[in-house]
């Protein structure tokens, strides 16, 4: 069945972002059908270099960032400068995430833009917000998990550990970025409404804290930690974990491992609940141990508990659930093709779907100017020999010889 066109079909998008918080967001936008163009700078966004790499190409890049169009000009350039507000005249929406005041700084910040079109939607993601005393700090995910209180609030569910656990995962970048195309769809259906455009100030710092409710509220109303701690109980060969947080998950847990005396042995609503919800999950991995993971799986959820074992991510990518809902999908750039989630936002009466291409840098610096301006050949030419416009150079003979070797760098701006 042929699906009609995204929710966002024909919403342009120029998207100034770089590494995830950003990119995520107006990838999501992509998949929902919205036009969106990457404008980079001759450099390219820094992820292009990331690994893991594939004859210089980035899948982990290329995950991100697929079914963008791309276009590379030197913001440094007043002529490029003009160019972009040419282009901005043409769009919807526009999203960054340099340093606030960088932006503005090339005269491209909202004030800027909305005289250009006044019904502007323009979305700034960082670290801190646009305003504050922090606000100019460059900020990356691992430093606002630290600075929101994000990390420690982990740490205080460990037992015997006193420093705050190593990690590499972007959860503020993700998280930002999805409630940063949240926003925007918000926008554009206000737009809709009234005619009036918006400017949307998303901080890495404000989301997390967001995501920390519980920890907030204990903090200002002090009592003894009632929550249970989450935490993986050992198999033969590997771990699971068991949520039995309502009666019914209780004593479906109890049946189902053959011991219903727990029920009483281990009440957990009463006010001793952590202290016997420590001491059921201790008498439950000496059962544990007797089976596999995937047998102590399939025992509990068949007898109605939330469980599950302990999965790497790519068996978790080859689920049969996952597969039953075509989770997983193929898309391709310049190095050839590689598997990556599905989109997460599914609209099941139109289309959403990663679309499959992963654009090189400055890819599309003709295809835009021509539809969106109406310039012909030789005043492209004329901008790409100025200086103004760039494409990713053809790789040398010593780039194919060192194929970590990557033409891309960071510039000092891109940083939330």
């Not at 992820?47 to 893991?52: C, E, I, M, N, S």
């Not at 093709?337 to 779907?353: D, G, H, W, Y």
């Amino acid at each position: 069945m042929t699906l009609p066109a995204g929710a966002l079909d024909g919403v342009r998008v120029l998207d100034f972002t770089g590494v995830v918080a950003g990119p995520f967001g107006t990838r999501l936008m992509a998949d929902l059908g919205a036009e969106v163009v990457k404008v980079e700078p001759p450099t390219g966004d820094m992820l292009r270099g990331a690994p893991p790499r594939r004859s210089g190409r980035s899948a982990y890049y290329g995950q991100i960032n697929c079914g963008k169009k791309s276009i590379s000009v030197d913001l440094k350039n007043p002529d490029a400068v003009a160019l972009i507000r040419k282009l901005v005249k043409k769009t919807d929406v526009v999203v960054q995430n340099f340093r606030p005041g960088v932006m503005a700084g090339f005269g491209l910040g909202y004030e800027d833009l909305k005289k250009c079109k006044a019904d502007l939607i323009y979305c700034s993601v960082s670290g801190y917000g646009q305003q504050g005393p922090s606000s100019s700090r460059a900020a990356f995910a691992p430093i606002i998990h630290a600075a929101s209180g994000y990390d420690l609030a982990v740490l205080s569910y460990q037992d015997n550990m006193t420093r705050p656990l190593n990690g590499a995962n972007a959860t503020a970048d993700y998280l930002a970025a999805s409630l940063a195309m949240g926003a925007i769809s918000a926008a554009l259906l206000k737009r809709e409404k009234n005619g009036e455009g918006d400017e949307i100030d998303i901080a890495m710092t404000e989301v997390m804290q967001n995501i920390l409710a519980y920890e907030i509220q204990e903090l200002q109303f002090k009592a003894e930690r009632q929550r249970p701690n989450y935490g993986p109980v050992q198999t033969k060969d590997g771990y699971i974990i068991v949520n039995p947080i309502s009666p019914k998950n209780f004593n479906d847990l109890a049946n189902a491992v053959g011991h219903p005396e727990w029920l009483d042995q281990f009440p957990l609503n009463t006010f001793e609940r952590l202290k016997n919800w420590s001491l059921l999950m201790s008498e439950l991995e000496k059962w544990t141990l007797q089976h596999t993971s995937e047998e102590a799986e399939r025992i509990i959820l068949e007898g109605g508990c939330p469980c599950s074992r302990y999965r790497d991510v790519w068996d978790s990518m080859h689920d049969p659930q996952v597969e039953s809902r075509l989770g997983v999908v193929e898309i391709e750039d310049s190095a050839g093709k590689f598997l990556i989630p599905t989109t997460p936002v599914r609209l099941m009466q139109s289309e959403a779907a990663p679309k499959p291409f992963v654009s090189d840098l400055g890819a599309h610096n003709k295809e835009i100017l021509q539809s969106w301006l109406g310039l012909d050949d030789a005043e492209i030419n004329n901008l790409s020999e100025s200086g103004v416009l760039f494409k990713a150079q053809r790789k040398t003979k010593a780039n194919k010889q060192n194929p970590t070797k990557s033409t891309h760098s960071n510039t000092a701006e891109i940083s939330k």
